[in-house]
């Protein structure tokens, strides 16, 4: 899963400043649409937003399992049972190939772990959000998956390579999580009258934290001019925001669904969506640490690292009697 | 009951229960490659569970899965105990797949040679997932037995605790002796034997070893419908959305 509002570092006013003939060839060779690799020259302050936009990926990745992946236990009946294991199954295999490509630019997986651990390292909003009843896994099936799938198809057109080539692998998997969650999604609208009121109750619930997705609007977002001449961020928040309401919006409200939004609708002149505030100082507490579920997702993916650590170590030890590749 | 019912059910529910507890580690694994490992195996089991409750669906006329899998009360079940069993730290969730996983895939080779058709045709289509479930036991196990000190002990002191329950893996049917005699199923003695030897000999190869006093009882219960108290919140939570709409399709 994933999604926008990445939240980006401060230039680095100490950083070392580049070389500016190889800065100059680089950003020739990203106008003419090449990708970087990672044994490739490439500017300090390039490298450290990939990281840190990777890795907020990864992160999201791996704490998106945690809402969902409470369900998979009660999820009614073998059909949804079986995609949603799956469906989650994925998402941590999105952790795995988004670590390895940060890795590749010099971070190890281990010290991400630990920023995201400390709180240093943020991740998707969305997932600080309780997933209240089985509903609320049909709307993050589909309408989070949804929101997810335009951002990482925006990014998927980046420049740097291992990122791309990662993406292009997650969006085909996406793609199956968005339609197991329509259908999901579906069923619960053209149920008995309690599902359709489960249903709406958690989309005004998560209509909030929807909007949300994609970050601040564009004129709150500080240095992405750089980041879009790079080709590290490649849509602006508002853009991807209103393609993904003018693709869903429609989709949910033909089922005789609403939005707790008086204020949303198309502006027919301009094409794009206007909606009402959605109150973005709460977007800022949530990311610094102060939502509703960030305490509790933190100590059940510290948990895991804990129950881990025993297996880490004995599978590293160098004194290890035997060795085999892990499968 | 059926003879054939009765193995079916049987099958469909160890499959069903130890699925549902390898679920539970998704997204909580101890590390991603294990997280990912145990997914993919839980799916594999409630895949089997759903396509033996589906072959009672067909030829018996039972139910359709659904309904067996989410609407049976605890007594209905035929599972053993030792799938019942909470996950515990993943020492405990690994040796007992690695118990499991060795008698599931040479029951399956046995069931091969049913005189069901449809169970051999189903042991066939199985034994390429359950000899990859086998591998990764053993693979795990292995790296972790010989690993370090810790990782050692902590694998001795699960198996001391899973080797007796095992035993109910293999706890007769009322039916042992006609599904033997019509050639369905060449019995329980026959596969706890075959087993014994794989789990014997892979326990020295990894300086492990086997409890020595065996309490005659321990683990057996669970094919006549007498269960740990662990079943019965199991279901509770498997059954509780599925249960809260009648005739709600979800
Ligand atoms: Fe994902
Ligand atoms: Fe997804």
Not at chain 1, 50 to 70: D, N, T, V, W, Y
């Amino acid at each position: 899963m994933y999604g926008g509002g990445y939240v980006f570092c401060e230039p680095d006013v100490h950083g070392q400043p580049d070389d500016p003939e190889r800065l100059a060839e680089f950003e020739a060779r990203i106008d003419r649409g090449e990708k970087i690799e990672p044994q490739d020259w490439m500017p300090y302050e390039y490298r450290r937003q990939l990281i840190r936009l990777i890795e907020q990926h990864a992160h999201s990745e791996i704490m998106g399992a945690l809402p969902e992946g409470a369900w998979i236990t009660r999820a009614p009946g073998f059909k949804r049972k079986l995609a949603l294991i799956a469906k989650v199954q994925d998402e941590v295999g999105h952790a795995q190939l988004l670590y390895s490509a940060a890795e590749t630019l010099g971070k190890s997986r281990a010290d991400m772990v630990n920023d995201l651990l400390s709180g240093k390292s943020k991740y998707s909003n969305v997932f600080n959000y309780p997933a209240k009843t089985w509903a609320d896994v049909t709307v993050i099936g589909f309408l989070i998956d949804a929101a997810a799938i335009v951002n990482q198809v925006a990014n998927s057109k980046g420049s740097y390579g291992p990122y791309c080539r990662a993406l292009e692998r997650i969006c085909y998997e996406e793609s199956f999580h968005l339609k197991q969650g329509y259908d999901a999604f579906v069923a619960l609208a053209t149920g008995t009258k309690r599902q359709r009121e489960m249903l709406q109750d958690a989309i005004n619930r998560w209509y909030r934290p929807i909007i949300h997705f994609f970050g601040p609007p564009d004129n709150e977002s500080v240095h992405s001019k750089q980041l879009m001449r790079w080709k590290v961020k490649m849509a602006s928040n508002d853009e991807m925001r209103n393609q993904f309401l003018d693709a869903y919006v429609p989709k949910v409200l033909e089922l005789g669904l609403t939005f707790p939004d008086p204020e949303l609708r198309k502006d027919p002149q301009t094409g794009r969506w206007h909606y009402g505030d959605p109150d973005w100082a709460e977007f800022y507490r949530v990311i610094n640490g102060d939502g509703p579920c960030n305490a509790e997702r933190l100590s059940a993916r510290r948990l895991a690292e804990e129950n881990g650590r025993w297996i880490r170590q004995a599978i590293m030890n160098p004194q290890q009697k035997f060795t085999i590749p892990f499968a | 009951m059926n003879p054939i019912v009765e193995l079916i059910t049987k099958l469909g529910d160890d499959a069903f229960i130890l699925g549902h507890r390898h679920s539970e580690w998704t997204g909580l694994g101890p590390i991603l490659e294990e997280d990912i490992a145990m997914s993919s195996m839980a799916q594999d089991k409630i895949g089997h569970a759903l396509a033996l409750y589906t072959i009672l669906h067909e030829q018996f006329g039972g139910p359709d899965p659904d309904t067996i899998g989410f609407l049976r009360n605890e007594k209905e079940f035929r599972c053993c105990h030792l799938v019942e069993y909470p996950n515990g730290e993943y020492d405990f969730t690994l040796v007992r797949h690695f118990l499991f996983d060795h008698a599931e895939l040479l029951r399956y080779q046995l069931l091969r040679q049913s005189t069901f058709a449809p169970l051999a045709r189903f042991a066939a289509k199985v034994m390429g997932e359950l000899k990859y479930h086998v591998l990764h036991a053993d693979s795990l196990m292995q790296r972790l037995a010989l690993g370090n000190e810790e990782s050692h002990a902590r694998l001795q002191a699960s198996l001391t605790e899973a080797f007796p329950l095992a035993a109910g893996i293999f706890e007769k049917s009322p039916y042992e002796d006609q599904l033997i005699a019509e050639g369905v199923f060449a019995g329980e003695a026959l596969l706890q034997q075959q087993w014994l030897k794989e789990i014997e000999q892979r326990v020295q190869a990894w300086d492990l070893h086997l409890p020595e006093a065996r309490e005659p009882l321990a683990g057996l219960g669970g094919r006549y419908g007498y269960h740990t108290p662990y079943l019965q919140p199991l279901l509770d939570e498997l059954t509780s959305v599925f249960r809260s709409e009648e005739n709600a399709s979800w």
